[in-house]
């Protein structure tokens, strides 16, 4: 068993991996784990939007205050998740060809990437309604291209989430009415509303 998840930074000391039912070298299994100095995008898919998310999170900072660019940064954020969504994810074990299984590894599930993703986009993003609209846009659409999937009841659970901050935010009511609104720009063009695919079963 993998104790470790791709992209973790081991340090000292740490454990690595656990034998179950049987004695391996310690040298053969070192040997068939890959080390780097630092995470890969070919390797952790959480790391590009990890570094999205950082870039739209200091946009939003009061000392920069660039809703614009945490909008950009929404748009390549949910092209990343459009192609993790139609992907198996959450497998976490390997089989030998007996269908056995032989390593079971820690794996984040679909989840925890729109967790990833969006939490603090939408935490520092509360009292923008560029930023609202736009993640508002990217759930409705998910939620639309996953639609018949479990991972499109995660999403709409999300964006359920996201109306209730809405509701509670410091926004005026008008605002918070264009807050609802989702629009791929962000503030550029006024869609009708969907708010009832959140509420969709």
Not at 94 to 106: E, K, N, S
Not at 111 to 132: C, H, K, M, N, P
Request: aromatic share 4%; proline share 4%; hydrophobic share 40%.
């Amino acid at each position: 068993m993998m104790k470790c998840a791709v992209g973790d930074t081991l340090v000292e000391g740490t454990e690595l991996l656990q034998v179950h039912g049987g004695k391996i070298p310690e040298k053969s299994l070192l040997h068939a784990v890959r080390l780097e100095r630092g995470r890969t995008f070919e390797q952790d898919p959480k790391y590009p939007i990890r570094l999205l998310v950082d870039i739209a999170i200091r946009a939003l900072s009061p000392a920069i205050n660039d809703p614009t660019t945490a909008v950009q940064t929404i748009d390549q954020i949910e092209d990343l998740l459009r192609r993790l969504g139609s992907r198996a994810l959450d497998t976490g074990y390997a089989a030998d060809t007996d269908d056995i299984v032989r390593l079971i590894y820690p794996m984040p599930t679909w989840e925890d990437y729109l967790t990833l993703a969006f939490d603090e986009i939408r935490q520092y993003g509360a009292t923008s309604v560029q930023v609202l609209r736009r993640l508002r846009s990217a759930l409705v659409d998910l939620s639309v291209f996953l639609a018949g999937t479990e991972r499109a009841d995660v999403v709409r659970h999300y964006l359920e989430q996201l109306d209730l901050d809405i509701d509670h935010s410091p926004l005026d009511a008008e605002d918070r009415l264009r807050a609802r609104q989702e629009d791929r720009q962000g503030l550029g063009l006024s869609r009708p509303s969907t708010a009832h695919i959140s509420r969709a079963k």
